[in-house]
C-alpha cells in the first residue's frame, strides 16, 4: 500500500474508528512511560568532552592514579568588607566541623585567607552519587544561611554547588515549560480559527503526541542507551507542541478547503490528506533527518539532541496525519462553528484565491515589481545581519543564569578577593619522575599565579601539580593561559604531561564545537538540499530555497543580537549557534516546502506565472500562522531561567518569523516569478508552456 493510501485511513468510515482505537491503546501504554522520563535523564553529558580531549584524558588519569579523588567540590566563601572578626573566624571554625560530615571521606581543607585580610575559603569534595551529593549541598547552603554574624557574607560556590543551582533553578520548570506552552499554542489557535471549539482538536492530539514522544524517548533511554538530558527533554516538548500544530493548521486549512469541493466530509479528508501527505511528510523528513545530522557532532550534548528530537518529530508526523483527522472526520462540519464550510457544487471551478483578500493583495505586489520585491526583501536581510556584531561566543559562568545564584555569588566573591582561578585552579597530572621540571614550566608560563606542591600517587608513577591561574577560570586569559600551560608542559621530555581542570575544560569544548560546526553545519545543509531536490524535482529551485534560508539564519542572528544585547545576554553559549542553525535550517524551510510544493501543483495546471501567485495566495494565511506558533513555542523557552535557553528562544523565534513573514512571503515568491520557469529546471515544469486559465487574470493583474 502506498503512504498516500495510508494516510487516507483516518478518512475512512470505518477506518477512522480503528485509528481511534489504536490511539487509545497507545495512550494507555504510553502515559505511564511518558511520566518516568525524567528518571532516566542523565545531565552528566551537559558539561562532558570526547574522550579524546586532553581534559577528558587528565580526568581519566586521575581517576586512576588518585582513586577516589575525582569527587565534586563545594567552597565555601566568606567576607567581611571592613576585616574578618574573631567572631567571624569562629564561625568559619565552627562551620569547618560541621561540614565534615557532609565531605566525601570527611576531610575539609583548612581556611584559606585572603591577602586583604577580609576573605576566608573551605573547601571539601562531596559525594559523586547524585543523591546523596544534591542532600549534601542542600545541608551545606542551610548552615551557611544559619545564624551568620551581622555583616558576615557567605555563598556556597563550586562545581557541587553550580550543578545543584542548576537543577534547583530548574525544580518544576517542565511543568511551567509546558504549561506556557500549551498555553500559547491554545490562546493562537483561538485566534486563528475564531472558534471556541476547533482549537481544542489539534491541542488534544499534539499533547497525545508529546506523551507518545515521552514514552518512546523513556524506553530507548532505558533500554537502548539514548542519552536524555534536560535540555534535548526541554526541547523535546518545544519541538512536538510548535511542528504538530504546524502539521494540524496545514492540514486543516486544506481540509477545510475540500469540504467546500466535496459533499461528503470523508471523501473531503481523503483528498486533504492526500494532497498535503507530500508537504507534511517532506517537512518532518527535512527536520529529523537534520536533527539526525547531530550525530555527527562530538559535543555529546549536542549529539544526543538528535535522535530525542527526531523522536518528537517522528511522533508529531504520526499524531497529525492519523488521529487529527480521524477525529475531524468523527466530529463532522460543526467543529468549524460558527464559520462552518458548506458545500458548494461549482466550487472547482471557482477561483479560490478570492476567499484570500489580504495575502491577493501581498500576490498582487509581488506580481507588480518582482525583482524590486526580492532585491529590497534580501537588502533588508542582509542589513539585519549587522547586528551579529553585537555577539560575542563564550558565555561566562557567571552569567549563566537569568537571576542570582549562590554560586554565582560566590564565584564573584572570591574574584572580589583572590587570584581569579583560586576556585578552579588547572590540574596538571605528568610522570613522577619529571615533577621537578614540569613544575619549574609551569611557574615560568604568563597567566599563571601559583604552582602547588606535587601530589604523589599511591604507585609512585604519577604526580598532581595544582596550578592557579590569575584570571576567572572561564576567562579568555584564563584559556590563553592553558594553551601556554599545556604547550610548556608537553615540552618537558618523558613527562608525559596532561592538563585538566575547569579552564582547560572550557577551552576543549570551544575547539569541539568549532569542529562539530564544520562538520555539521555543511552536512545539514547538504541533506536539506537532497530532499529539496527529490521533493520539487529541481536543481535551481532547491539552490535558492538554501540560499534563502542561510541568508535568514544570517538575519535571524543579526536580529537576536540587537535583543540579546537590550536584554543583556549578548554572549552567547557556545552550543548555541549550531543549535539555533540546524533548527532555523529544518524548520525555516518548512514554510517555503509548504509554499512550494503547493505552487509546483498548481504550476503543473495552470501555469508558472499564475500558479506561484494562487500558491502564495492561498496558503499565506495558513503559513503564516503556522510561522507565529512556532515562534511561539520556542519563545516560551524564555520562562527558562539559564540564559543558553533564552538565548535559543530568542534566536530561533526571530528566526522563524523571518522566514514566515518575509522570505516566504516575498523574497521566495519574487524570486520565483523574476526566474520564470527556469525556477524548475532542469524539471519538465522547465518545459511546459503556461495554460491561460479564465479565473486568474485579475489575480495576475492585483
Known sequence: MSPQRLAGLPAGRRGKYAVLLLWLALLVAAGPLAVKLGEVQDNSTLGALPAGAESSRAVQRAETAFPGSRHPLAIAVYVRDTGLTPADRARVDA???????????????????????????????????????????????????????????????????????????????????????????????????????????????????????????????????????????????????????????????????????????????????????????????????????????????????????????????????????????????????????????????????????????????????????????????????????????????????????????????????????SAAPAEILAAAGTADRVVAAARAVPGVAEVGAPEPSADGRWVRVPAVLAGAPDSDAARDTVTRLRAAVHAVPDARALVGGRTATLLDEERTVNRDNRVVIPLVLAVVLVILVLLLRSLVAPLLLMASVVLSYAAAMGAAGLVLDALGHPRLFVGVPLQAFLF???????????????????????????????????????????????????????????????????????????????????????????LGTRTWWPGRLARRSPQPVPAEPALART
Open 95 to 421: 562551620d569547618r566541623a560541621a561540614f565534615a560530615a557532609h565531605a566525601d571521606g570527611g576531610a575539609v581543607s583548612p581556611p584559606v585567607a585572603a591577602a586583604d585580610g577580609r576573605a576566608l575559603l573551605l573547601s571539601l569534595p562531596v559525594s559523586p552519587d547524585d543523591e546523596r551529593r544534591a542532600d549534601a549541598v542542600g545541608a551545606l547552603k542551610d548552615r551557611l544561611a544559619d545564624g551568620a554574624p551581622p555583616g558576615l557574607r557567605t555563598a556556597l560556590t563550586g562545581e557541587a554547588a553550580a550543578e545543584h543551582d542548576v537543577f534547583d533553578a530548574f525544580s518544576g520548570m517542565d511543568g511551567a515549560l509546558l504549561l506556557a506552552t500549551a498555553l500559547t499554542v491554545a490562546l493562537l489557535l483561538l485566534v486563528t480559527y475564531r472558534s471556541p471549539v476547533l482549537w481544542l482538536i489539534p491541542l488534544v492530539a499534539v499533547a497525545v503526541a508529546n506523551q507518545l514522544a515521552g514514552a518512546v524517548v523513556y524506553l530507548l533511554a532505558r533500554h537502548a542507551g539514548l542519552a536524555v538530558d534536560f535540555q534535548s527533554q526541554t526541547i523535546l516538548t518545544v519541538l512536538v507542541f510548535g511542528v504538530g500544530v504546524d502539521y494540524a493548521l496545514l492540514l486543516i486549512a486544506r481540509y477545510r478547503e475540500e469540504l467546500r469541493r466535496h459533499a461528503d466530509r470523508h471523501t473531503a479528508m481523503a483528498v486533504a490528506l492526500r494532497r498535503s501527505a507530500g508537504a507534511v511528510c517532506a517537512s518532518a523528513a527535512t527536520v529529523a533527518i537534520g536533527l539526525l545530522c547531530l550525530l555527527a557532532a562530538d559535543l555529546p550534548a549536542t549529539r544526543g539532541l538528535g535522535p530525542v528530537g527526531a523522536v518528537g518529530i517522528a511522533a508529531a508526523l504520526l499524531a497529525m496525519t492519523t488521529l487529527l483527522p480521524a477525529v475531524l472526520v468523527l466530529c463532522g462540519r460543526w467543529l468549524f462553528w460558527p464559520f462552518v464550510p458548506r458545500y458548494a457544487p461549482g466550487a472547482d471551478t471557482r477561483d479560490r484565491a478570492a476567499d484570500h483578500g489580504v495575502w491577493r493583495r501581498i500576490a498582487g505586489l509581488v506580481a507588480g515589481r518582482p525583482r524590486a520585491v526580492w532585491l529590497g526583501t534580501a537588502a533588508a536581510l542582509a542589513a539585519l545581519t549587522l547586528g551579529i556584531g553585537n555577539l560575542g561566543l563564550g558565555l561566562p559562568d557567571d552569567e549563566s543564569f537569568t537571576t542570582e545564584v549562590g554560586s554565582v555569588a560566590g564565584q564573584r566573591l572570591i574574584a572580589a578577593h583572590y587570584p581569579g582561578g
Open 584 to 674: 532555523l535550517v529544518a524548520l525555516g524551510v518548512d514554510y517555503t516546502i509548504f509554499l512550494m510544493t503547493r505552487a509546483r501543483e498548481e504550476v503543473a495546471r495552470i501555469g508558472h506565472r499564475p500558479g506561484v501567485l494562487r500558491a502564495l495566495t492561498v496558503t499565506g494565511g495558513v503559513v503564516t500562522s503556522a510561522g507565529v506558533v512556532l515562534a511561539a513555542t520556542f519563545g516560551a523557552l524564555l520562562v527558562l531561567p539559564l540564559v543558553p535557553s533564552v538565548q535559543m528562544g530568542v534566536i530561533v523565534a526571530l528566526g522563524i518569523l523571518l522566514d514566515t513573514l518575509l522570505v516566504r512571503s516575498l523574497l521566495i515568491p519574487a524570486l520565483t516569478l523574476d
